[in-house]
Nanobody, 115 residues
Framework: QVQLVESGGGLVQPGGSLRLSCVAS????????MAWYRQAPGNQRELVAD???????NYADSVKGRFTISRDNAKNTVYLQMNSMKPEDTAVYYC?????????WGQGTQVTVSS
């Protein structure tokens, strides 16, 4: 079946950086819009960033200028480079793949920003 597997989460100090990766299997990856969402305790899941099949990107206002989403279609992988991280970035980060009626999610990876 389709799998989206995230990695790269962990504990980082404020101001630090992390790079998340999401490897997709059993989908025509290049057709999909790929996205990163996050969900903090007590909050709804929110869009962090997405990237279309053509490479156009979109970011939540809270991460603009700090986070960068990219994709490597040859590796079926989408990345999220997170810089200048803040405690409010603490959340479980989820990878999402969407194309027409197809909508898949990863299991999530925990990101904690704390000193």
């Amino acid at each position: 079946q389709v799998q989206l597997v995230e990695s790269g989460g962990g504990l980082v100090q404020p101001g630090g950086s992390l790079r998340l990766s999401c490897v997709a299997s059993r989908i025509a990856f290049s057709r999909y819009t790929m996205a990163w969402y996050r969900q903090a305790p007590g909050n709804q899941r929110e869009l962090v960033a997405d990237i279309t099949r053509g490479g156009s990107t979109n970011y939540a206002d809270s991460v603009k200028g700090r986070f960068t989403i990219s994709r490597d279609n040859a590796k079926n992988t989408v990345y999220l480079q997170m810089n200048s991280m803040k405690p409010e970035d603490t959340a479980v980060y989820y990878c999402n793949a969407k194309w027409t009626t197809f909508d898949y999610w990863g299991q999530g990876t925990q990101v904690t920003v704390s000193s």
